[in-house]
């Protein structure tokens, strides 16, 4: 005895489907798990992250980071380097520019 949907379906269509759909959708689950700094080298990781606080502004938060695929174990090494770097690098440097013939 074969079961039938009210749409025709059985469970063989809907097997089927269910396959055809995952595939589709396992290159993106993938991608999206994994980590994209595994092969990075701490400071890569540092200067990513400093970027990254730098991009998000005053409110950047552990939140932001993660969603720029940071995990809490990176957060917990590199954070501090990341915001000293990140803090350097948005302080301007103001240069004086003086004339030639005034600085001697």
């Known amino acids: ?3 039938k949907s009210n749409y025709g379906l059985t469970f063989q269509t809907i097997g089927f489907i269910f396959q055809f759909v995952r595939a589709i959708l396992a290159p993106w689950r993938t991608e999206m798990t994994t980590n994209k700094f ?3 080298s701490p400071r890569q990781i540092i200067e990513a992250m400093a ?3 730098r991009r998000q502004g005053d409110g950047c938060t ?3 980071l993660k969603l720029l695929g940071f995990s809490q174990s ?3 090494l590199y954070g501090d380097a990341a ?3 990140a803090m350097a690098k948005a302080e301007p440097l103001s ?3 003086v004339p030639a013939r005034r600085a001697a």
Do not use: Q
Request: no cysteine; hydrophobic share 35%; proline share 0%.
């Open 62 to 64: 552990d939140r932001h």
């Open 38 to 40: 595994d092969n990075a």
């Open 83 to 85: 915001r000293e770097m």
């Open 74 to 76: 990176h957060l917990d």
């Open 95 to 97: 240069k004086v520019r």
């Open 1 to 3: 005895m074969e079961f």
């Open 51 to 53: 970027e990254g606080m």
